[in-house]
């Protein structure tokens, strides 16, 4: 039996904690979970069609085609572009201390498939990040789109000493997609998760 202290696995459990999540499994996981991807190939909803795309003083101003409309400050798209994160751990990797506060887009446009929208920032790399317009609108982090994604969000469940203790086991978690999801409900409705 392993215990996953602050992300390293042990034969000994931790003295002061029952159970440390281990972060790097759930990120690698969660891009297998079709659910979870950060990117899908699945088709473009009506909510997700861009209509326009404006800039503002720090952030970009999406207006999607359901008449929603999405801030985006410049720092957070800087700091949420795919490609800072670890393809095989999802791990960032990438410091967001060093993204200037004055970072400004040399040039916008949403890519000719329409599902994507790219960006080259004006700094001394010209750096790129091209962002799925889908998963754009789905990380909008308006009030109106927190509130509602906290409508359907798995509520919290407060247990003791007394509550059944679940284990998954870690390879099942790795590899099939249904076991993971159970897992990942589970954390989310308990704020643990056991693996053996």
């Known amino acids: ?21 281990c972060m790097a499994a759930i990120a690698t996981s969660l891009f297998r979970w079709p659910g979870l991807r950060r990117f899908s190939s699945a088709p473009i909803p009506p909510r997700a069609h861009c209509v326009s795309v404006g800039q503002r003083d720090n952030g970009l101003l999406v207006a999607w085609g359901d008449g929603h409309e999405s801030f985006f400050h410049y720092t957070w798209l800087r700091d949420h572009f795919e490609g800072v994160f670890m393809a095989t751990t999802g791990q960032r990797d990438f410091d967001a201390c060093l993204i200037p506060l004055d970072l400004r887009p040399e040039a916008i446009r949403v890519l000719p498939c329409k599902t994507k929208l790219h960006i080259t920032w004006a700094d001394a790399e010209h750096t790129s990040s091209t962002y799925t317009l889908p998963w754009l609108r789905k990380n909008c982090y308006s009030e109106a ?9 798995t509520s919290p469940i407060f247990w003791d000493s007394s ?22 409900t589970g954390l989310l409705a308990h704020g643990t998760l056991f693996m053996k």
């Open 145 to 153: 789109e927190r509130a509602a994604r906290a409508r359907v969000r």
């Open 163 to 184: 509550a059944p203790i679940t284990y998954i086991p870690f390879e099942s978690f790795v590899h099939d997609d249904s076991a993971m999801k159970i897992a990942i």
């Open 1 to 21: 039996q392993l215990y996953l202290t602050g992300g390293v696995a042990s034969s000994q459990p931790a003295p002061t904690r029952t159970f440390h999540l």
